[in-house]
């Protein structure tokens, strides 16, 4: 069974959908028959690579909102990522660009290492207040993960993967997914939004039901 997770490092609520659905299957029976795929989103795919605008700056002006009630809306997000297990802390966030993030998610595709690039890149952005818009910032976390150097440097100095990125942010629209994150199972069942984690295992269990019915 194939599910596949749009998602952008820079989305509090994709964060939460990772340990939402990380722990629907870990009360899946079938968890060893499910492969994860992760797929780029951009929330803001014009953002600057680094700015030195606040996430609640941003988000006030996104919303016409006050920074006080974008403040009052990241740090009720905040709350709820806590009762996950993580810790956010979305006032040091340091808003930017992640396409080259979501290149560098490409590459470690092919090494085995999605999730864990995946989960490095938002702990760096939420919990530690990192610019995943800077390269030598991309450049340590992937390589903390097992990445090999020149490898990293070498993709972020081209555009190689560029055309996976938009490849998927195009599969999105096909499907008419219009925010993140998303999760698409075998391509059949799809759940929009950090829905719980019981609701997610429910929709593995109707798919894996039907997958073996059909065959």
């Not at 998602?7 to 990380?22: F, H, L, M, Q, T």
């Not at 429910?202 to 894996?208: I, K, M, N, Q």
Request: aromatic share 10%.
């Amino acid at each position: 069974m194939k599910v596949e997770i749009w998602s952008d490092v820079a989305c509090p609520w994709c964060y939460i959908g990772k340990r939402r659905i990380e722990t629907a299957l870990d009360q899946f029976e079938q968890r060893d028959q499910v492969e994860i795929i992760w797929r780029s989103y951009q929330l803001d795919p014009q953002a600057p690579r680094v700015s030195d605008k606040t996430v609640n700056a941003i988000l006030a002006q996104k919303y016409g909102m006050s920074e006080q009630q974008a403040a009052d809306a990241n740090q009720r997000v905040s709350s709820l990522a806590a009762a996950e297990g993580l810790e956010y802390h979305m006032e040091h966030a340091r808003y930017g660009n992640s396409f080259d993030a979501h290149r560098l998610i490409h590459l470690a595709a092919t090494h085995h290492l999605q999730s864990e690039m995946e989960e490095r890149f938002f702990k760096a952005y939420f919990t530690e207040g990192l610019a995943l818009g800077e390269t030598e910032t991309l450049v340590k976390l992937a390589t903390g993960i097992g990445l090999d150097e020149d490898e990293v440097r070498g993709v972020l100095a081209s555009d190689t993967y560029a055309s996976e990125v938009r490849a998927d942010i195009q599969r999105a629209r096909m499907f008419g997914i219009q925010g993140v994150p998303f999760f698409a199972i075998d391509e059949k069942y799809g759940v929009s939004g950090a829905q719980p984690a019981e609701v997610l295992k429910e929709v593995l269990e109707r798919a894996w039901s039907s997958s073996s019915k059909s065959h």
